[in-house]
């Protein structure tokens, strides 16, 4: 049985006292929250204000990015092991915002996945295509693609512990939002992608999270589909009653 995991994904927005006090709002509101397991992931530099605000409550502590070294002469860069230090129980690799604006390749974003599972953290791996890729008809090629790049030299123990993320491009800060119909038909392509480059035992344990203009509205209907264990929310998990109401989804 797959546990569905919310994830806030906050950006570039809030700073350590804006982001601890939202953590501190949204604490009572999921704190009854049964079969679910909640993450927030702050900037880096409001990971420690918000680490301390969730003491002791049922929200887990991500980061949205690191460097695959442990330490080093990398300026400006936070590492796996850093973010583990910081209380971080997670991280977000391979977000389309780090593949468009900073460049990151599938290969860079390998060695990344690597790193994190070295550290102890566990890697939210994120694809999807753009809408002119959609367009042509390219979406299984690209996700299938990103898929099996990004794992490529793991155990099929290693990639069971992983959680993928698929976010259409088009559809990420948009205010559009696949159906749940188009999301669903990709998360089953690539749990099946996953039984091919695995086994089918991987395939069925792997958390795979619908990331892409989740809202309160649009919650219940993507999580009755059957390959949807999640959701990586950006907008609407930067005000606590909405994305309250995104983790208290109504089950099917």
Known sequence: MRIPIMAGNWKMYKTPDEAAALAAELKPLVKDAQGVEI????????IAAVGQTLNGSNIL???????PVAEGAYTGENSPAMLK?????????????????FNESDAFIN????AA???????????GESLEQRESDQTFDVVGGQVEKALAGFTPA????????????WAIGTGKTASPEQAQDVHAFIRGKLAELFDKATADAVRIQYGGSVKPGNVDEL????DIDGALVGGASLKADSFARIVNFVKA
């Open 39 to 46: 993450l927030l992931c702050p900037s880096a530099l409001a």
């Open 61 to 67: 502590l991500g980061g949205q990015n690191c460097y």
């Open 85 to 101: 230090a910081a209380g971080c129980s997670h991280v977000i690799l391979g977000h389309s915002e780090r593949r468009q604006y």
């Open 111 to 114: 060695e990344k996945t690597k």
């Open 117 to 127: 599972l070295e550290f102890g953290l566990v890697p939210i791996v994120c694809v």
């Open 158 to 169: 290693q990639v069971a512990g992983m959680i993928l993320a698929y976010e259409p491009i």
């Open 223 to 226: 999580m009755a589909k059957p």
